[in-house]
T-cell receptor, first 113, second 113 residues
Framework: LAKTTQPISMDSYEGQEVNITCSHN???????ITWYQQFPSQGPRFIIQ???TKVTNEVASLFIPADRKSSTLSLPRVSLSDTAVYYC??????????????FGRGTQLTVWP | GAGVSQSPRYKVAKRGQDVALRCDPI?????LFWYQQALGQGPEFLTY????????KSGLPSDRFFAERPEGSVSTLKIQRTQQEDSAVYLC???????????FGPGTRLTVL
């Protein structure tokens, strides 16, 4: 399993851009990088996935450098409702390994008014 | 549309009691997963079903944990002789197949006193 490392927690204020970086030094050639979001009292949900360079959707952007040993999830102009735990996973195109999802501890993002 | 539902949402058990946690997956989803999430940790894989067949139970922490999905739809996770270390949120997820996106339920929070 490709191990991922991300900060335990981050704080931000409403309206700011938040960047959460994940390290995955042992990523394999055919691995994708996938991010999940988990709100309190809910299960995780898929938010974005990429293989290289940059991916953007309506929720976030994902930046992946050429060596793919790290990735950065970018949340533009966060609001209080973005307070959640964000998980970085490495695996197939849904973040799984043989169909199983392996989450680390994730990053607790707290957005303050 | 209906998502994954779990019941009960909260369960308090005395140490030594047996508990049963129910998961209703999204209709038509072949694959069903159970995860355990301890406080402050990410979800950890417990077991996986393809229809009624339990194909992987490598994540079950002890033989006190038992899961079933007899008709390939609803699944039950049973924990016998509960211990305090079993206190956690138990998440169920379903997907069209093992390699499709997993959709999570809200979880059952189990507290063992």
């Amino acid at each position: 399993l490709a191990k991922t490392t991300q900060p335990i927690s981050m704080d931000s204020y409403e309206g700011q851009e938040v960047n959460i970086t994940c390290s995955h030094n042992n990523i394999a050639t055919n691995d994708y990088i996938t991010w999940y979001q988990q709100f309190p009292s809910q299960g995780p949900r898929f938010i974005i996935q990429g293989y290289k360079t940059k991916v953007t959707n309506e929720v976030a952007s994902l930046f992946i450098p050429a060596d793919r040993k790290s990735s950065t999830l970018s949340l533009p102009r966060v609001s209080l409702s973005d307070t959640a735990v964000y998980y970085c996973l490495v695996g197939d195109d849904r973040g799984s390994t043989l169909g199983r999802l392996y989450f680390g501890r994730g990053t607790q993002l707290t957005v303050w008014p | 549309g209906a998502g994954v539902s779990q019941s009960p949402r909260y369960k308090v058990a005395k140490r030594g009691q047996d508990v049963a946690l129910r998961c209703d997956p999204i209709s038509g989803h072949v694959s069903l997963f159970w995860y355990q999430q301890a406080l402050g940790q990410g979800p950890e894989f417990l077991t996986y079903f393809q229809n009624e067949a339990q194909l992987d139970k490598s994540g079950l922490p002890s033989d006190r944990f038992f899961a079933e999905r007899p008709e390939g739809s609803v699944s039950t996770l049973k924990i016998q002789r509960t211990q305090q270390e079993d206190s956690a949120v138990y998440l169920c997820a379903s997907s069209l197949s093992v390699y499709n996106e997993q959709f999570f339920g809200p979880g059952t929070r189990l507290t063992v006193l």
